[in-house]
């Protein structure tokens, strides 16, 4: 049987210590069942160097700090070392696949080059990236044409979320794309050991079992705000444990003068948390997560904490919704919403409590699990 080249960009590379793409590719190297298929993966470093890990030829690409264009002359390396790599090993049909849309303004030069040498280009858009607040005007423009330019050029894009799959279809029906959706994938792990939490619950001064759980990145379209004016609202004793980059940052200070957090003795922000055993306890752990993330497709916190978390208060967007459905319970930005809620499921039944975890879980077994996404990307492939 033929071998079948995949290249993979866009990712910080493998092995993974955090964030979404590298977690997939991870998985995806990971877990390969078809033996026919090579995978190449670009790998973010301070060298050139090239190794094998997961029967995948990973080549490192040095990029030196130039702010914010770093990622995408990351990218544009990447693709001109894979594009050096096939024309010298006269590698036919191979499959580029892109992660992120951050290149798009020159993906109509690469699909060309590609295609010449019989290669196919396939990207994941990722979740409407320009919508993001922490970007201003010119960057939200910037990634706005970077998505239509995808759109328009790629042979396939990889949307892991129906609801970004529905949109560009949508939005840019004038270029006909070529898309499909896989899901993220998740999984439910079994983590044994408590030692690490119980050192961790005690250098943060938390009590298992008496803390409701945020975990994402430090940005304000993740409602951050809102979370927390709600939660400080609210009546509970227990605590707020929020799992972030904070690093003291300007949103950091503004948030801290809209809301006066710091004066609310329960708002605990306990740094980032990288050790995956750990994090996952931290989740089984905690009363419930609550989760305000607004843009994106399908989001592998919210995955993660369908997998190992009780009780799921989620904002009330479809991107949510899609993943979640009755597995969880739904606020929205209006005032007292958020509070309400918490108020209510201070003494919410055990057998409710019991029921949104089996559906919860239910999600992930059988529409986000691991081996179900990596079948589905192979056939692609």
Known sequence: MNEKNVFIIGSNGIPAKYGGFETFVENLTAKKVKQNIKYHVACLSNNNDEFEYNDSRCFNVKVPHIGAAKAEYYDLVALERTIRYIKKNKIKNAIIYILGTGIGLFINIYVKRFHKLGAKVYVNPDGCEWKRDKWNFILKKFFKVCEKQMAKYADLLICDSINIEKYIKEEYKKYKPN??????????????????????????NIKRNNYYLIVGRFVPENNYETMIKEFMKSKTKKDLVIITNVEENKFYEELKQKTNFDKDKRIKFVGTVYDSELLTQIRKNAYAYIHGHEVGGTN??????????????????????????????????????????????????????EKYEELSKKRIEEEYNWDKIINKYEEIF
């Open 179 to 204: 898309t499909t959706f896989i899901a993220y994938g998740s999984e439910l792990v079994k983590v044994n050991t408590v030692n690490k939490l119980v050192n961790w619950c005690i250098e943060k």
């Open 300 to 353: 592998p916190s919210l995955l993660e904490a369908l997998a190992t978390t009780k009780l799921n208060l989620l904002l009330d967007v479809e991107f949510n919704k899609e993943v979640a459905k009755d597995g969880a319970i739904y606020w929205n930005k209006e005032e007292r919403s958020l509070c309400n809620i918490l108020d209510k499921i201070e003494n919410i039944a055990k057998e409710d409590k």
